[in-house]
């Protein structure tokens, strides 16, 4: 999988794709004879690989693993993540998401957004990873 393109997570929507392979099955397949109806002729072999989310620990085929389209995408989930992280640890009495003000003017409420958001995308930049930093 390292040569695909970033995956989506069918049951917990994480971004990173972080998959790891769990197993390779064979599978038979079998053809419908019509003349005997009730006979099924084992036609081929197909192999499935089988890969685990990381992160909720599920088993997926490839195939029912979303694909993205590009990294900003990924970049975009993981910036709509840490916001509503950040948003979820203060209440929404103490800030007002549709303030207009300079940085200098925002409450300490909205400062702690800004910077919990900046803080990820700063670690996310250096190569440490937004979902790794200290916090």
């Not at 990381?54 to 979303?66: A, G, H, M, S």
């Not at 709509?80 to 950040?86: Q, R």
């Not at 990820?120 to 930093?133: A, P, V, Y």
Request: with cysteine.
């Amino acid at each position: 999988m390292a040569n695909r393109k970033p995956v989506l997570c069918p049951n917990c929507k994480h971004p990173e794709g972080l998959f790891e392979k769990v197993e390779v099955q064979d599978i038979l397949d079998y053809k419908y004879n019509a003349q005997f109806p009730d006979i099924f002729e084992p036609v081929y072999y197909r192999r499935r690989t089988l890969w685990k989310c990381r992160n909720c620990k599920k088993e997926f085929d490839i195939t029912q693993l979303v694909e993205l389209t590009t990294e900003v995408e990924v970049l975009a989930m993981k910036l709509h993540k840490w916001y509503l992280e950040a948003t979820e640890l203060i209440t929404p009495e103490s800030y007002n998401p549709k303030a207009k003000k300079e940085y200098g003017e925002l409450t300490e409420s909205q400062r702690f957004i800004d910077l919990y958001i900046a803080e990820k995308i700063l670690n996310e930049i250096k190569g440490k990873g937004g979902d790794n930093c200290e916090e």
